[in-house]
T-cell receptor
Framework: DAGVTQSPTHLIKTRGQQVTLRCSPI?????VSWYQQVLGQGPQFIFQ???????GRGNFPDRFSARQFPNYSSELNVNALLLGDSALYLC??????????????FGPGTRLTVL | AQSVTQLGSHVSVSEGALVLLRCNYS??????LFWYVQYPNQGLQLLLK??????LVKGINGFEAEFKKSETSFHLTKPSAHMSDAAEYFC????????????FGAGTILRVKS
């Protein structure tokens, strides 16, 4: 079975632009979470979606938004990009997303560079 | 609030030597704890997780971790390091109150010398 897939792999944008990152979860998984990993740090939680509803949000500004589609895939949007948004964006899927013991499976990430 | 501290941003061991990566957590309730590994330019792969069933948890690739409540620790060990173990390792915690959210430590880069 395919794992979590993300697109694009790499992306270069300039300050002030907008970006959309995409994620397809493992087949049968209904929850998707997004994390930001800045170079040299651990991943930071951005959002969790389950059954198209937002279930959790991390300490990120409103420039960050996301949504989940009926097929459980997800998009992360970032508006008005700043240099500090340069990071590896990781998507993780889990079966239910309803429990804190739910194992999350991560995709390879999208490397965003903001110039 | 949850937090994770990984002692040592870099650890270097010789091939065949014991690997010990340290993780301490802060949690107001019994946590669930995870170790993930990240190879260069890749996502995170789950090594093992603690879910309160047993304090000694065995994972993939010969790794194991022991949950010690009194020390609020969840250190990762492997008896004999292999060159392929060179990667970055992350400890993470989740709590019932926060649902699916994982809180990660800053990571430890493991270097294996031949």
């Amino acid at each position: 079975d395919a794992g979590v897939t993300q697109s694009p792999t790499h992306l270069i944008k300039t300050r002030g632009q907008q970006v959309t990152l995409r994620c397809s979860p493992i087949s049968g998984h209904k929850s998707v979470s997004w994390y930001q990993q800045v170079l040299g740090q651990g991943p930071q939680f951005i959002f969790q979606y389950y059954e198209k509803e937002e279930r959790g949000r991390g300490n990120f500004p409103d420039r960050f938004s996301a949504r989940q589609f009926p097929n459980y895939s997800s998009e992360l949007n970032v508006n008005a990009l700043l240099l500090g948004d340069s990071a590896l964006y990781l998507c993780a899927s889990s079966e239910t997303g309803a429990g804190f013991a739910d194992t999350q499976y991560f995709g390879p990430g999208t490397r965003l560079t903001v110039l | 609030a949850q937090s994770v501290t990984q002692l040592g941003s870099h650890v270097s061991v010789s091939e065949g030597a014991l690997v010990l990566l340290r993780c301490n957590y802060s949690s107001s309730v019994p946590p669930y704890l995870f170790w993930y590994v990240q190879y260069p330019n890749q996502g995170l792969q789950l090594l093992l997780k603690y879910t309160s069933a047993a304090t000694l948890v065995k994972g993939i690739n010969g790794f194991e971790a022991e949950f010690k409540k009194s020390e609020t620790s969840f250190h990762l060990t492997k008896p004999s390091a292999h060159m392929s173990d060179a990667a970055e390792y992350f400890c993470a915690v989740s709590e019932r109150e926060y649902g699916n959210k994982l809180v990660f430590g800053a990571g430890t880069i493991l270097r294996v010398k031949s």
